[in-house]
């Protein structure tokens, strides 16, 4: 059973979503399709509840994401939507294969985009008590992706906490950046491979992505390096760490242009792996707030080649 924290009973809670939603414009039309028979889902409330703790080391985590049939299968689609990544990349200023490494890392390609019906995911939460306030805020805009035709509310699948499509926008994020690059009318984030390659440039242009440098390497440390050295907020020129004598993975010095660097282990307690990482680091961790995620989706990127 469902057993909510909220004090409403979810019908007359649902009943205030209606109102609040034909207040804000969305169509009654809409309204029966999405809210008609909608009930709030147990199992949304057991994963936001029981999320498992997070016990891969980092090699793990790489090794899982960042899989070497991944890279294959990513290479492939490189090659294969070429055309499409070329003109998409040249608009938005993103590398193709920094756009397929998300595609990957997010959906498989867009073979695991999700299984819950978004609606109902969305008001479960939004009822729930919890974080009310911020999943009520995408619940609407989720109903006006509806209302404004890009996809049926049957349609509209993702995951258990409303992220959807092939690069997981949540609904706040496809109100922001996605784009109907086809010129259809909709932006289709479900199916269209020009609207979710141009999607997920989008967003990495808007958040700060500089063409011009990439996201951070692998590097090695020196024999007694100080740990006030590790961190997102100590930030040196890549001159200054090559005196400090941090070199690349293979032991060569460092690039010659001087970035705004930062040094990051992202295995808790050891300085191996380490990681050299510029501005555009950043710009991944806007997408994704965990550096493990970051440095994968930079690690495939890699992979898949310049």
Known sequence: MYAAEASQPFPEWLDGVRSEALERGIRTETLDAALADLEPLARVIELDRNQPEFKLTFRQYLDRVVSDRRARKGRELLERHAPLLGKVSETYGVPPRLIVALWGIETDFGRITGGFPVIAALATLAHDGRRSTFFRRELMLALEIIDQGHIAAGDMIGSWAGAMGQNQFMPSSFHAYAVDH?????????GSLPDIFASTAN????????????????VRLPPGFSDEHIGRSVVKGLADWQRLGVRKADGTDLPGRNLPASIITPQSGSLDPAFVVYENFEVILKWNRSEYFAIAVGTLADRLGR
Do not use: F
């Open 182 to 190: 086809d010129g259809d009318g909709e932006k289709n984030i479900w």
């Open 203 to 218: 967003y990495l242009s808007r958040a700060g992505w500089s063409d011009d440098t990439t996201w951070g390497r692998p």
